[in-house]
């Protein structure tokens, strides 16, 4: 029996890279996925993988900065399988555009703000109240960065937007944990996504991280694995975790 059999997970972002990468595990470990995605053509290809392997998955397409689309897409996923455990807030990332915060444009500071912090907040909001509904329980992982945890250079505006996942990850831990509602994040260091290769050779802050990490460059299903642990009933003593997948990067 695989490790999420029974339950069933919403991943934003579920696309491309570590989204991607995630849905496919944990539909192999049992899940029911609803791949929540903007971009159709990569959404709707991830949901055909698993589908094609096996496995049960619907592509709900989903701005995550958008409220009435997130609710949406929650609601979608009840009506189509009937329950909410696993509830992965994937969606984000940096661009070459951020900056320290005295150059950083003002508008790469919301931008960062609306889909990494926002898009989480909604993802929560809607996510929770579901799980509340159903009253099983379950599993809310949020994805932070390593930028959260050490000082970096030149990312001020994504740094900001991680943090304060980071903080609200802790805060709803306490929130809801007398309704058996667990909320960890994930903080991966450079990892092998499209995203993340074109920034190695156009970012140099994303270039001197790697450098730190004395495992090298992280690979898309060791964030997956990291999620899985979370997501799944072994983890069912842990909350409020902020779990670093990252090479080595924070001991170097």
Not at 146 to 172: E, L, Q, V
Request: proline letters at 1%; charged letters at 20%.
């Amino acid at each position: 029996m695989g490790r999420l059999e029974g339950k069933v997970a919403l991943i934003t972002g579920a696309g491309a890279g570590i989204g991607r990468a995630s849905a496919l595990l944990f539909a192999r470990e049992g899940a029911k996925i609803a791949v929540v995605e903007r971009d159709t053509q990569s959404g709707a290809e991830t949901a055909k993988l698993i589908k094609d392997a096996g496995g049960d998955a619907v592509f709900i397409a989903t701005d995550v900065t958008e409220a009435a689309d997130v609710e949406s897409a929650v609601q979608q996923t009840l009506d189509i399988f009937g329950r909410l455990d696993v509830l992965y807030n994937n969606a984000g990332g940096s661009t070459v555009n951020d900056a320290r915060v005295t150059d950083a444009p003002v508008d790469e500071f919301w931008r960062k703000m609306k889909l990494d912090l926002f898009g989480t907040w909604l993802g929560c909001r809607y996510g929770i109240d579901a799980m509340l509904k159903c009253g099983n329980g379950g599993s809310v992982i949020n994805a932070t960065s390593i930028f959260a945890i050490i000082g970096t250079h030149g990312k001020d505006a994504y740094t900001a937007a991680k943090g304060a996942i980071s903080a609200i990850t802790r805060s709803m831990a306490v929130e809801y944990a007398s309704e058996n509602i667990r909320v960890n994040a994930v903080a991966p260091g450079a990892t092998a996504t499209a995203r993340v290769l074109k920034l190695l050779k156009e970012d140099g802050v994303t270039s001197k991280s790697l450098d730190g990490q004395l495992l090298g460059l992280v690979q898309p299903d060791d964030i997956a694995y990291a999620a899985l642990y979370l997501a799944s009933d072994e983890s069912r003593s842990t909350t409020g975790h902020i779990l670093t997948v990252d090479g080595g990067l924070t001991i170097s």
